[in-house]
């Protein structure tokens, strides 16, 4: 039994960025799941596209191996003891990865803004953050 119901990932592309390697690199983190595309203006009216993905059911478990088995152990762990900070009043545990090595194909958690986010939404009965950290403390 999972104990996700869902995973939320979403990129932004700058005017400056190209829409076709966002896409590739947040394939990375999907499995035939189709990306949707929005296009808005950003803080300074500049043109930028929201890419998002919804993983669901058992692709929440492949995408949970998929971490375990592409993260370097220092980096796990560091997942691991910052489940607190990274897990929200609403039962989501948040990650973010590097888009730039998710696009070379390299799954790494972020150290700059050009990210990758995804939103772990947790099934913790009854749905409260403590609850909710005690799962995401098992899934690393």
């Known amino acids: 039994m ?4 869902n995973i939320s990932l979403r990129a932004i592309v700058s005017a400056t960025e190209s829409e076709d390697r966002v896409k590739t690199a947040l394939s990375l ?6 990306i949707e595309s929005t296009r808005t203006e950003g803080h300074y009216g500049n043109p930028i596209t929201i890419l998002q993905a919804q993983v669901k059911g058992k692709d929440c478990k492949r995408f949970l191996e998929h971490l375990k088995t592409k993260l370097t152990e220092p980096e796990l762990k560091k997942l691991k003891n910052e489940v607190c900070e990274r897990t929200d009043d609403e039962c989501c545990l948040h990650l973010r990865f590097d888009k730039q090595a998710a696009f070379q194909g390299t799954v790494q958690l972020a150290t700059t803004t050009d990210t990758i986010s995804a939103r772990m939404k947790l099934k913790a009965y009854p749905a409260r953050r403590e609850k909710a950290i005690e799962i995401a403390e ?3």
Do not use: Q
């Open 2 to 5: 999972s104990s996700i119901h």
């Open 29 to 34: 983190f999907l499995f035939d799941t189709e």
């Open 138 to 140: 098992t899934l690393f």
